[in-house]
């Protein structure tokens, strides 16, 4: 052979690899954007991704298990094999427009018509297999297709040419989940993902048929007849159940670094790349050693007790891998940088976790194939080890998913899989090496292997690291972690439930807090409680007779107990996933016990898509409360396609109400789920609970109604609302926010994508918020604001409210300074921490008295901004007018207090919605005043602004925020919320 042509044949041969990268890598776009897809369809991410799993790898055996019948009959392997790329880049065109057809012919035709919620689960089963099992199977095909046409063309080192080939078609994939998961769906969305991976499988086949179609003859491996039939069964057997036991890792690994990393959509693509990396490492590792084994069948056993005792050392490190993830936390600035360290390091811990484990299970599968062709076997083995190991992983997660986790828990998912591993090392080391002549080594990795596992055993998983969230912030003082009083690992997600001092409990998902609610008698209650009273509460005061609810997410339990309160009330249905949940929630006891014993009330383990498709049922209320939408698979609760599937099981006069939180979020994120609402739902208003969450109320027909004193009428509702501080109808009217009047305007002008299953605009970003610590509690200043945007806008707007008595939520204490402000000027009722507004009061009543202009003109105008820039957006009407009254100057002529009295009467003309008046006291102000502090004068402008909306100059008002506010207004290139939502009010007009 002369130098041309071996440079010839190397130079396809690293074609060849990296066409096989290439495919690996579309392999998995296909799996990871498979479970995207079959979770809307199946209701959860945690079953999409263990079902994808089993069909996929069901697939890909069978794929493989037909091929090697027929290997030794096909003549040119590499043609076959871009046939086969080429039938897969098709289907995978096609995709897109089959799924969407078949889903909306299941959920709006079949699935109700069946009726039984076991049937709809078989029938989604079957249905989803039959989506993605043929491309599985073809799938499964092209690792023996390639490996034998690789063989035959490069036939001296069979061993090196698979294990390099499984490297390769490793590393594109581990490559190509991340890359999937955090540019291409981002950037193309579903179907543009799908479509990108099967143009490059068209690819891959022109590729390799133009390699192929000038191969005249290839060389066969020959089969042997020395080969013994236990031989085959044994190392069949053997690929069977490392295939198991590796997926079994997988799975727990995957529930266990959930609880370290978050489980997010993007740390699955972490650990799942983490896993296929350490298979890749172990492919390559083997390549330029496998020839050179001179008892293969004895190294392989080995590297099975090996690989076991690994697998229990991650039952020892566990634990570990919590203070490495809060040293990196504490360590991370919060910034775009310090987001993609994240994600590094938590790449880098699942790697820590998985790798040595994983590795050695890379080298099995070259090692198996090799044994085999070594023992005459011929090139049929490669396929029929492929599909033993593919066979053995199926089984290896639905062990995991229905026996495993649910049974053994985490720790004993981990030790019945490195159990198998050992066992199998042992069956093959006993066909090849007799006890006799045991070598010093097989001692050591015996006793090694003994020591680790009672270690393991003895290992207890601390559930209060478990429960901790450290990839939020770290870990607390181990003092200041509150106890844990449950813990269970579910089908779908590990839940514990944690008591803090007997003063609360909190229910924890997968390291995520869903629920704290105060336990202790004399302890306010939470954030999370008073948003779990109101989301049960607020569609009642709407619709007062609601008789129907359906309620999506147990959480707690709370919310379906305050509704519960309600004797109008006739059932509620309540939607959770995952039975754990349940049980956790059971703890809280006497706070949420309506939900459990209310004959009203009733639980469904079930999606909440299945649920309303398969029952049909047509409610008054959907409340929908589900876990935060970083959570994998929760985003798709947010998203348009959901929302059209609510409004159709509404009743005419519905509503829906839906829960958002605004912290660890951004405009962004929140612009794209109104956007959702908005597609299905014309009208809707946006109430906050607290500081932190929003509750966000969507009407099926005609705008959404304003909250009624109805519902004070149900002793226990009152109660309920009584406990977070709720008296009356103004403390729920003072929450108001908006409606789709203001808010639409705005997400009109956004280049927000809405949030859709097949463009998961929230799934991919909502993580990396979450990280930043970003918040969108600025929409809170259309009422914090000192002009009383909302209370302008809306002329009949009610919601002034009386003095509370609790100071614990937001804007209680604006509402204090308020009340306190008018108590010293009624009663002289003195308030230590308002000393500059009680001298502001006392100085105005003399100021009112005097018509000598000696007096400060500074002074006043102070004190009259802080004090009506307080009071305006607070206290009744009758109030505000008492105090404007009492400080108008009583004089029988002008003697220079023009300005005083102009002020005043624009104070009037804010509180009556007289917006002529409006703009003509603030343009005089404007015109002619001396400021002393910008806010004076930003405050004006304010007021002369939405005067200039409210008597429809809007090209008037768009000039005037051009030319005098937007200089004044823009920090750092950012205009504050509430001015652009004025804004788009303005450009809408225009």
């Given at each position: 052979?002369?130098?041309g042509t071996?440079?010839?044949?190397?130079s396809?041969?690293?074609?060849l690899?990296?066409v096989?990268?290439?495919?690996?890598?579309?392999?998995?776009?296909?799996?990871?954007?498979?479970?995207?897809?079959?979770?809307q369809?199946?209701g959860?991410?945690?079953?999409?991704q263990?079902?994808?799993?089993?069909?996929?790898?069901?697939?890909?055996?069978?794929?493989?298990?037909?091929?090697?019948?027929?290997?030794n009959?096909i003549?040119n392997?590499l043609?076959?094999?871009?046939?086969?790329?080429?039938?897969i880049?098709?289907?995978?065109?096609?995709?897109?427009?089959?799924y969407?057809?078949?889903?909306d012919?299941?959920f709006?035709?079949?699935?109700?018509?069946?009726g039984?919620?076991?049937l709809?689960y078989?029938?989604?089963?079957?249905i989803?297999?039959?989506l993605?099992?043929p491309?599985?199977?073809?799938l499964?095909?092209?690792?023996p297709?390639?490996s034998?046409?690789?063989?035959?063309k490069y036939?001296?080192?069979?061993?090196?040419?698979i294990?390099?080939?499984?490297?390769?078609n490793?590393?594109?994939?581990?490559v190509?989940?991340?890359?999937?998961a955090?540019?291409?769906?981002?950037?193309?969305?579903l179907?543009?993902?799908?479509?990108?991976a099967?143009?490059?499988?068209?690819?891959?086949?022109?590729?390799i048929?133009?390699?192929?179609?000038?191969q005249?003859?290839?060389v066969?491996?020959?089969?042997?007849d020395?080969?013994?039939?236990?031989?085959?069964?044994?190392i069949?057997?053997?690929?069977?159940?490392?295939?198991m036991?590796?997926?079994?890792y997988?799975?727990?690994?995957?529930?266990?670094?959930?609880?370290?990393l978050?489980?997010?959509?993007?740390?699955f693509?972490?650990?799942?790349?983490?896993?296929i990396?350490?298979?890749?490492?172990?492919g390559?590792w083997?390549?330029?050693?496998?020839?050179k084994?001179?008892?293969?069948?004895?190294f392989?056993a080995?590297?099975?007790?090996?690989?076991?005792c690994?697998?229990?050392i991650?039952?020892?490190?566990?634990?570990?891998?919590?203070?490495?993830?809060?040293?990196?936390?504490s360590?991370?600035k919060e910034s775009?940088?310090g987001?993609?360290?994240?994600?590094?390091t938590?790449?880098?811990?699942?790697?820590?976790?998985m790798?040595?484990?994983?590795?050695?299970a890379?080298?099995?599968?070259p090692?198996f194939?090799?044994?085999?062709?070594?023992?005459?076997?011929g090139?049929?083995?490669?396929?029929?080890?492929?599909?033993?190991?593919?066979?053995?992983a199926?089984?290896?997660?639905?062990?995991?998913?229905?026996i495993g986790?649910?049974?053994?828990?985490?720790?004993?998912t981990i030790l019945?899989?490195?159990?198998?591993?050992?066992?199998?090392g042992i069956?093959?080391?006993?066909?090849?090496?007799?006890?006799?002549?045991f070598?010093?080594i097989?001692?050591s990795?015996f006793?090694?292997g003994?020591?680790?596992f009672?270690?393991?055993m003895?290992?207890r998983?601390d559930?209060?690291?478990m429960?901790?969230?450290?990839?939020?912030?770290?870990?607390?003082?181990?003092?200041?972690?509150?106890?844990?009083?449950?813990h269970?690992?579910g089908?779908?997600a590990s839940?514990?439930v944690?008591?803090?001092?007997?003063?609360?409990?909190?229910?924890?998902?997968?390291?995520?807090?869903?629920?704290?609610?105060s336990?202790?008698?004399?302890?306010?209650?939470?954030?999370?409680?008073?948003?779990?009273?109101?989301?049960?509460?607020?569609?009642?005061?709407?619709?007062p007779?609601a008789?129907?609810i359906a309620?999506?997410?147990?959480?707690?339990?709370?919310?379906?107990?305050v509704?519960?309160?309600?004797?109008?009330?006739?059932?509620?249905?309540?939607?959770?996933?995952?039975?754990?949940m349940?049980?956790?929630?059971?703890?809280?006891?006497?706070?949420?016990?309506?939900v459990?014993?209310?004959?009203?009330?009733h639980?469904?383990?079930?999606?909440?898509?299945t649920?309303?498709?398969?029952?049909?049922s047509?409610?008054?209320?959907?409340?929908?409360?589900?876990s935060?939408?970083?959570?994998?698979?929760?985003?798709?609760l947010?998203?348009?396609?959901?929302?059209g599937?609510?409004?159709?099981?509404?009743?005419?006069?519905g509503?829906?109400?839906?829960?958002?939180h605004?912290?660890?979020?951004?405009?962004d994120?929140l612009?794209?789920?109104?956007?959702a609402?908005a597609?299905?739902?014309?009208?809707?208003?946006?109430?906050?609970?607290?500081?932190?969450?929003?509750?966000?109320?969507?009407?099926?027909d005609?705008?959404v109604?304003?909250?009624?004193?109805?519902?004070?009428?149900?002793?226990?509702i009152k109660?309920q609302?009584?406990s977070?501080f709720?008296?009356?109808i103004?403390?729920?009217?003072?929450?108001?926010?908006g409606?789709q009047?203001?808010?639409?305007?705005y997400i009109?002008?956004?280049?927000?994508?809405i949030?859709s299953?097949?463009?998961?605009y929230?799934?991919?970003?909502?993580?990396?918020?979450r990280f930043?610590?970003?918040?969108?509690?600025?929409?809170?200043?259309?009422?914090?604001?000192?002009?009383?945007?909302?209370?302008?806008?809306?002329?009949?707007l009610?919601?002034?409210r009386?003095?509370l008595?609790?100071?614990?939520f937001?804007?209680?204490?604006?509402i204090?300074?308020?009340?306190?402000i008018y108590d010293f000027?009624?009663?002289?009722?003195?308030?230590?921490?308002?000393?500059?507004a009680?001298?502001?009061?006392n100085?105005?009543?003399?100021?009112?008295?005097?018509c000598d202009?000696?007096?400060?003109?500074t002074?006043?105008?102070?004190?009259?901004?802080?004090i009506?820039?307080?009071?305006?957006?607070?206290?009744?009407?009758?109030?505000?007018i008492?105090?404007?009254?009492a400080?108008?100057p009583d004089c029988?002529?002008?003697?220079?207090?023009?300005s005083?009295?102009?002020?005043?009467s624009?104070?009037?003309?804010?509180?009556?919605?007289?917006?002529?008046?409006?703009?003509?006291a603030?343009a005089?102000?404007?015109?002619?005043?001396?400021?002393n502090?910008?806010?004076?004068?930003?405050y004006?402008q304010t007021?002369?602004?939405?005067?200039l909306?409210k008597?429809?100059?809007?090209?008037?008002?768009?000039?005037?925020w051009?030319?005098?506010?937007?200089?004044?207004f823009?920090?750092?290139?950012?205009?504050?919320l509430?001015?652009?939502?004025?804004?788009?009010?303005?450009?809408?007009?225009?």
């Amino acid at each position: 052979m002369n130098i041309g042509t071996m440079d010839y044949q190397n130079s396809q041969k690293k074609i060849l690899l990296l066409v096989f990268t290439f495919s690996g890598a579309t392999g998995l776009i296909y799996e990871s954007v498979w479970s995207h897809y079959l979770k809307q369809f199946l209701g959860h991410a945690a079953y999409a991704q263990s079902l994808v799993l089993i069909i996929f790898m069901g697939g890909m055996a069978l794929g493989a298990w037909l091929i090697s019948h027929y290997v030794n009959k096909i003549k040119n392997l590499l043609m076959g094999y871009a046939l086969i790329e080429g039938i897969i880049g098709i289907i995978g065109l096609l995709f897109h427009t089959i799924y969407t057809y078949t889903y909306d012919i299941s959920f709006n035709a079949i699935i109700p018509e069946i009726g039984s919620s076991g049937l709809v689960y078989v029938y989604k089963i079957f249905i989803a297999s039959l989506l993605i099992l043929p491309q599985s199977i073809l799938l499964g095909t092209t690792f023996p297709l390639m490996s034998g046409g690789f063989i035959r063309k490069y036939p001296g080192t069979p061993g090196h040419s698979i294990s390099f080939l499984y490297f390769a078609n490793s590393i594109g994939a581990a490559v190509a989940v991340l890359f999937s998961a955090f540019y291409l769906i981002a950037k193309s969305g579903l179907p543009g993902t799908m479509m990108i991976a099967g143009l490059i499988n068209i690819l891959i086949s022109m590729g390799i048929y133009f390699i192929a179609k000038d191969q005249t003859a290839e060389v066969k491996i020959k089969s042997g007849d020395s080969l013994k039939n236990n031989w085959t069964i044994l190392i069949l057997c053997a690929a069977f159940f490392t295939g198991m036991a590796s997926f079994i890792y997988e799975i727990a690994w995957i529930r266990m670094l959930s609880m370290v990393l978050g489980a997010s959509t993007h740390s699955f693509e972490l650990m799942l790349s983490a896993f296929i990396t350490g298979l890749g490492i172990g492919g390559f590792w083997m390549r330029k050693r496998i020839e050179k084994l001179e008892n293969p069948v004895y190294f392989a056993a080995m590297i099975q007790i090996i690989m076991g005792c690994f697998a229990l050392i991650t039952i020892v490190l566990y634990n570990n891998s919590f203070y490495l993830q809060s040293f990196f936390m504490s360590a991370l600035k919060e910034s775009e940088q310090g987001y993609l360290l994240f994600n590094l390091t938590s790449h880098a811990i699942a790697l820590l976790i998985m790798l040595p484990t994983t590795i050695c299970a890379g080298m099995t599968l070259p090692l198996f194939t090799y044994i085999l062709i070594k023992k005459g076997h011929g090139e049929k083995c490669i396929g029929q080890i492929y599909s033993s190991n593919t066979i053995g992983a199926i089984f290896g997660v639905i062990f995991a998913v229905f026996i495993g986790m649910p049974l053994l828990s985490l720790k004993g998912t981990i030790l019945s899989g490195a159990i198998i591993d050992v066992i199998i090392g042992i069956l093959l080391l006993k066909t090849v090496v007799s006890i006799k002549i045991f070598r010093p080594i097989d001692y050591s990795v015996f006793a090694a292997g003994i020591v680790v596992f009672l270690v393991a055993m003895f290992t207890r998983f601390d559930t209060s690291l478990m429960a901790s969230s450290v990839f939020r912030g770290g870990l607390s003082d181990p003092e200041l972690r509150p106890e844990v009083i449950f813990h269970q690992d579910g089908k779908t997600a590990s839940v514990s439930v944690t008591n803090w001092r007997d003063v609360s409990l909190s229910i924890i998902t997968n390291g995520k807090p869903d629920a704290a609610m105060s336990i202790a008698e004399d302890a306010p209650p939470s954030s999370d409680e008073s948003t779990m009273t109101l989301l049960g509460a607020l569609p009642l005061t709407i619709i007062p007779d609601a008789k129907v609810i359906a309620n999506i997410g147990l959480g707690s339990g709370l919310t379906s107990h305050v509704a519960l309160g309600s004797p109008q009330v006739s059932r509620i249905d309540t939607i959770e996933i995952e039975s754990a949940m349940v049980e956790g929630a059971k703890l809280y006891g006497k706070k949420t016990e309506r939900v459990y014993k209310d004959p009203r009330s009733h639980i469904h383990i079930e999606d909440a898509k299945t649920f309303f498709s398969t029952y049909q049922s047509k409610y008054d209320v959907i409340i929908s409360e589900p876990s935060n939408p970083w959570v994998s698979g929760v985003s798709s609760l947010f998203t348009q396609e959901f929302y059209g599937i609510v409004k159709a099981h509404l009743n005419t006069d519905g509503i829906l109400v839906q829960w958002i939180h605004i912290y660890e979020f951004n405009l962004d994120l929140l612009v794209s789920v109104l956007k959702a609402i908005a597609s299905e739902f014309p009208h809707y208003s946006i109430y906050y609970a607290d500081d932190g969450n929003l509750l966000l109320v969507a009407s099926n027909d005609g705008a959404v109604p304003l909250a009624k004193e109805d519902i004070w009428e149900a002793p226990e509702i009152k109660k309920q609302l009584e406990s977070i501080f709720v008296n009356n109808i103004d403390d729920i009217l003072i929450r108001f926010l908006g409606d789709q009047d203001i808010f639409n305007n705005y997400i009109a002008h956004s280049s927000i994508p809405i949030n859709s299953d097949f463009f998961p605009y929230l799934d991919q970003n909502a993580t990396k918020a979450r990280f930043l610590k970003q918040d969108v509690k600025n929409i809170l200043n259309l009422r914090l604001n000192a002009v009383p945007i909302l209370d302008l806008l809306y002329p009949d707007l009610p919601g002034r409210r009386n003095k509370l008595s609790n100071t614990e939520f937001f804007n209680t204490e604006q509402i204090d300074s308020a009340n306190n402000i008018y108590d010293f000027f009624r009663d002289k009722v003195f308030d230590k921490n308002n000393i500059e507004a009680i001298a502001s009061v006392n100085f105005l009543n003399a100021a009112a008295a005097n018509c000598d202009t000696n007096y400060n003109q500074t002074v006043w105008l102070d004190s009259m901004y802080l004090i009506f820039s307080t009071i305006l957006p607070y206290l009744t009407e009758s109030q505000i007018i008492e105090m404007l009254d009492a400080f108008t100057p009583d004089c029988n002529e002008n003697r220079g207090i023009d300005s005083h009295l102009t002020w005043l009467s624009l104070f009037k003309a804010m509180l009556n919605r007289d917006y002529n008046e409006i703009n003509r006291a603030s343009a005089t102000l404007l015109s002619g005043f001396h400021f002393n502090y910008i806010e004076q004068k930003k405050y004006l402008q304010t007021v002369f602004l939405i005067g200039l909306i409210k008597t429809d100059a809007h090209q008037n008002a768009l000039d005037y925020w051009r030319e005098e506010m937007a200089e004044i207004f823009i920090v750092n290139g950012e205009i504050p919320l509430e001015y652009e939502i004025l804004l788009a009010q303005i450009k809408v007009q225009n």
